[in-house]
Nanobody, 129 residues
Framework: EVQLQASGGGLVQAGGSLRLSCAAS????????IGWFRQAPGKEREGISC????????YYHDSVEGRFTVFSDSAKRTVYLQMNSLQLEDTAVYYC??????????????????????WGKGTQVTVSS
């Protein structure tokens, strides 16, 4: 059974940090591009970061570049999103997702409109002032 399990969300003050985890099972972890989307209230879901182990590529949307870091642990089959210097605008439900045959690049931002192979359930991140 394929599963993507996101965790690590919570309530944090502006300027603080959180680390999200996405545990994968049931598919070939190293052959997929796995990444993160977020959806703020009243807004479209957007791709903010991804990683592709097969070529080592990563991507960050401008809104998170320099503050967020994506990395993975193949032994644990887990992709992480380290979020530092959190801002009020980062408040959203965060989802991890996986797709095969797709590069990890700036196209990830709109990837939600082209389909993903697997989605995890979201985890809420709330940044307070």
């Amino acid at each position: 059974e394929v599963q993507l399990q996101a965790s690590g969300g919570g309530l944090v003050q502006a300027g603080g940090s959180l680390r999200l985890s996405c545990a994968a099972s049931g598919f070939s972890f190293d052959d997929y591009t796995i990444g993160w989307f977020r959806q703020a209230p009243g807004k479209e879901r957007e791709g903010i970061s991804c990683i592709r182990r097969s070529d080592g590529s990563t991507y960050y949307h401008d809104s998170v570049e320099g503050r967020f870091t994506v990395f993975s642990d193949s032994a644990k089959r887990t992709v992480y999103l380290q979020m530092n210097s959190l801002q009020l605008e980062d408040t959203a439900v965060y989802y991890c997702a996986a797709v095969s045959g797709v590069r990890c690049n700036r196209g990830w931002y709109l990837r939600v409109y082209y389909g993903m192979d697997y989605w995890g359930k979201g985890t809420q991140v709330t940044v307070s002032s």
